[in-house]
């Protein structure tokens, strides 16, 4: 079973969530050939003061 851990940006609406992971399920199901019921995506909300890039966190930087 495919199992999908992403981390984002807090800030996406539920809607957004909805359509993101239902078209990670079909492209998914598709490749793979497996049954939608098999995936598995966890979200997490990260805050822009938890993430950094090249040392510097994301809240820094505008």
Known sequence: ???FN???FEG???EQK???VEAITRVTCET???APDS???ILTDV???NWATAGKLWSDQG
């Open 1 to 3: 079973m495919p199992t």
């Open 47 to 49: 805050k822009k003061e």
């Open 12 to 14: 996406r609406t539920v």
């Open 39 to 41: 995936v598995d995506i």
């Open 32 to 34: 793979l050939g497996c």
């Open 18 to 20: 909805r359509a993101f």
């Open 6 to 8: 992403i981390q984002l």
